[in-house]
């Protein structure tokens, strides 16, 4: 389209002043124009940079058309320093680096205008300015759809931003906009992004989707206020806040996001009141980092899509929950880390698939008046320096209500747990805690659970219809129980007994099979045991042992070799080349500092846990069990032998079995060297309700406090590894060093045949070993290859056709007897490739 003309008309004081005048170009009508003046422009495609300096009105002959086209070749097509009016345009730079619209000054009212662009920014607002813009559109895939910096500011209003090659909106150096009702998607960067101190963005009934970076995106003291806004199907976080960011949600809604709902770190702090949160790939809440805070009000948190917590809390961070909604999620609130903290209160937490409340390294939960329904555990105090406290809570429908463990000590008070399928409360592994005035109704276990070892007390306590008993003390001497009752009779377990009760505990002892405490009130009235002496309501069974507990008998210790002796098995192991120079580098590094500390000297920390990977049949515990040798050839280890375990042999049927079996085989390998061949199957990919989790926490602590006693290798497929170290970063910190172990070649499978041969006293005939080569290169690779044991599988199926050959010689003679010719070898399995 040809340029048209521009019909100006100059307004005055005085009708009889007023005039029209035509121009040829805009550029003449506006140096010709004065303020108030008006420009109609006729439509056209006008390939000129405009610049607007006074307060006039310019405007297409149909704003809802777009027939005027502002298109110049190159630099800014227009720009704004007065308080004008622009109506009707379509505005089209093509130079990427600089803005299709600038407004740099006044208060300007830009209204229907479609920005088509391939420019730095869409629009952009700087200095002084305070436009308002209405109803604009900015289509701008080179750059930011629209930037407020410089301590600008404005009003959007009805504006969408249809695609931006970076953010949809962009605040910066101190910009300070208000969005109404806009629309901003398809953006490369963030949807809107505020960074910077003084930065700051409202907005109000706005919609962010489908755009490439996160939805909200406020960084570096900035602050925004969103209200009746809505993000979703963001490519990553809803909502990202870092570094000192402030940002309140009223309101809102995010759903469908692939990560984090919304994302927090490094003492940002976030406030929500009203907000909904749901389907959300990985946490709905995500807190990280001291002084990092959200305050969360009347919100929900729901439906998630992964396999992760709703909210987390770590490093030392602090949320509050009031009046919340969490429901249809794996696990609900986890809170981690010394100095982390949730506070929790009038809250439903309900349809939990694993966790609803998670308390572990030294961090602590406090929930009050809050309702727990359909959880697998309710909450869970998991470690030394865990606690908080629980009260007027109510848990229904658990598989169980509270489990405290490993020296965690939360006060549980006024809570009652209704229906769970294993236990009320349940105590376990050094676990401690206070139970103050709690419930348990209808369990189809016990009531109270508390195993040995555990400093626990019970006050005003009460189980009503529990299936296997009230309660259940594995040592009742070490809890303290006060006026607590069962619907069977009271309880009590002191937690110092008096000379008379420590003399008649071998005889309390020979009762443990006595079904309730009524049969011991019967015997003490007929003498046999004395009126003083008191106990729980069901006297447990005896039960397994558990650290602490006398060790069981060790098979007599084999004369170490030395560890000349031990490498020269490992170097003769066929291939495996680069493992050696590991294992040599690892061995180096501890007999140095070895011998460094007997010369006084500093030695360097060498962890010596490792992380094997590759094919089975690679060598793997054979190398596991070398290493253990080495290492007590050296001193390090007090035996240096192999304990090998599974998945199978860690993680229990029931809660609080994994942590037992984990520590029994663990305690089985202390000296030596503890191999948990296919590790990955501790942390499932489709984990569920899975215990697998509890066995890896429990191995970790257990490196960590007896980080000198055993050795732990973790084996398995290398890709299969990686994934379990990625998703437990506690558990790849704790390894040195990661060895691969690569499948076999040809060669080596030969020469492993020709060790099997020597070794069993056959040999191969001319041409056996080319026929051997040949078979194994041609053999297929797949996941059922076996490496090394392919090769002594080969072996075998040699020494079976050999035998089914020579059993019909009538006369064999020592070479009929030992030689594996290339017929005795075993057909070729069928594989892509292979007839």
């Known amino acids: 389209m040809a340029q048209g003309t521009v019909q100006v008309t100059h307004t005055g004081t005085s009708r009889w002043r007023r005039r029209t005048d035509e121009y040829t170009s805009l550029t003449a009508a506006l140096e010709a124009a004065g303020d108030g003046d008006v420009l109609t422009v006729a439509p056209g495609t006008y390939r000129e940079n405009l610049v607007i300096e006074r307060a006039v009105v310019l405007r297409g002959p149909d704003p809802s058309l777009g027939s005027v086209r502002i298109a110049p070749a190159d630099g800014v097509p227009l720009t704004v320093r007065a308080s004008a009016t622009v109506q009707g345009l379509q505005v089209e730079g093509q130079d990427t680096t600089a803005p299709a619209v600038l407004i740099e000054d006044g208060t300007p009212e830009l209204t229907d205008l479609r920005i088509a662009t391939r420019s730095a920014s869409g629009v952009e607002v700087r200095g002084s300015a305070r436009p308002t813009v209405r109803r604009c559109v900015v289509d701008n895939p080179a750059g930011a759809g629209i930037a407020v910096v410089d301590g600008a500011g404005g009003v959007f209003e009805e504006c969408e931003v249809v695609a931006a090659g970076q953010a949809g ?39 962010v989707y489908e755009v490439r970076g996160a939805g909200v995106q406020i960084a570096a003291r900035a602050t925004a206020h969103l209200t009746d806004s809505v993000v979703h199907r963001t490519s990553s976080d809803g909502v990202t806040l870092d570094t000192d960011a402030v940002l309140t949600l009223s309101d809102c809604d995010i759903h469908d996001v692939p990560e984090n709902a919304i994302d927090l770190r490094s003492r940002s702090v976030l406030t929500l009141t009203r907000c909904t949160v749901s389907r959300f790939g990985r946490n709905g809440l995500s807190v990280w980092d001291p002084g990092t805070r959200v305050d969360a009000h009347q919100c929900g948190i729901q439906e998630s899509t992964g396999d992760y917590p709703a909210v987390w809390i770590s490093d030392g961070a602090t949320a509050v929950l009031e009046g919340c909604r969490v429901r249809d999620v794996p696990d609900a609130l986890f809170v981690l880390d010394r100095g982390s903290r949730v506070d929790v209160v009038d809250s439903d937490l309900f349809r939990i698939r694993n966790t609803a409340v998670s308390v572990s390294d030294g961090a602590t939960a406090q929930l009050d008046d809050c309702r727990i329904k359909e959880a697998a555990t309710g909450a869970w105090f998991r470690d030394h320096g865990s606690g908080g406290t629980l009260g007027g809570c109510s848990i229904d ?115 443990a099979s006595l079904d309730s405490f009524a049969s011991l009130t019967r015997l003490g009235a007929l003498g046999t045991v004395p009126p003083p002496v008191t106990a729980p309501a069901v006297l447990p069974a005896p039960a397994p042992a558990l650290p602490g507990s006398p060790a069981r008998p060790q098979p007599a210790a084999v004369p170490p070799r030395g560890s000349d002796a031990v490498l020269g098995e490992l170097d003769a192991l066929v291939g495996l080349e680069s493992v050696k120079r590991e294992v040599r580098s690892l061995i180096n590094m501890i007999e140095v500092g070895r011998r460094r500390q007997e010369a006084g000297l500093k030695a360097a920390s060498v962890r010596r846990h490792l992380v094997f990977t590759g094919s089975p049949g690679t060598g793997k515990t054979t190398v596991a069990r070398l290493y253990g040798e080495i290492l007590a050839a050296l001193g390090v280890l007090e035996r240096g032998h192999l304990v090998e375990v599974s998945r199978v042999d860690l993680v229990g049927e029931h809660i609080g079995s994994t942590a037992i079996r984990t520590q029994e085989s663990f305690d089985r390998a202390r000296g030596g060297v503890l191999f948990i061949d296919e590790a990955y199957a501790l942390s499932p990919e ?85 026929a051997l080569l040949k ?49 005795d070898l075993p057909e070729l399995p069928e594989g892509p490739g292979l007839r």
């Open 775 to 823: 078979y194994f290169t041609a053999l297929p690779k797949g996941a059922a290859f076996g490496n090394g044991r392919t090769a002594r599988q080969t072996f075998e199926s040699m020494v079976e056709r050999h035998a089914g050959r020579v059993s019909e010689l009538t006369d064999a003679d020592t070479d009929d007897l030992s030689l594996l010719y290339p017929e």
């Open 169 to 207: 909106v962009s605040v910066r150096d101190g910009g300070h906009p208000r969005l109404d009702r806009c629309r901003i998607h398809h953006a490369s960067g963030a949807g809107l992004a505020v960074t910077g101190e003084g930065s700051t963005l409202e907005a109000v009934g706005c919609e």
């Open 397 to 511: 429908g658990a598989q169980t209500g509270v489990i405290v463990t490993k020296g965690a000590d939360p006060v549980i008070e006024r809570c009652t747990v209704t229906a769970p399928a294993e236990a009320g409360f349940y105590v376990s592994a050094d676990g401690r805690g206070t139970f103050r005035g709690c419930r348990v109704l209808d369990s189809e276990g016990y009531g109270f659970h508390v195993m040995d070892g555990c400093r626990t007390t019970l006050t005003r306590c009460r189980a009503e219809r529990c299936a296997r008993g009230g309660y259940e003390f594995a040592e009742p001497a070490l809890v303290v129980v006060e006026n607590s009752t069962s619907d069977e009779s009271p309880v009590t377990a002191p937690a110092e007994r008096t000379a008379v009760e420590r003399s008649t505990a071998d005889v309390l002892d020979s009762l």
């Open 686 to 770: 489709d984990s569920g309700r899975d215990f697998g989790k509890e066995a890896i926490d429990t191995l970790v602590k257990l490196m960590e406090d007896h980080r000198d006693a055993v050795v732990v290798i973790v084996a398995g497929y290398t890709a299969e590894m990686e994934r379990f170290l990625s998703v437990n970063p506690g558990v790849a910190s704790r390894f040195s060093r990661t060895i691969t172990f690569q499948d076999y070649q040809a060669g080596e499978l030969l020469r492993i045949v020709e060790q099997q041969a020597q070794e069993h006293e056959y040999r191969l005939a001319d041409g056996t070993g080319e």
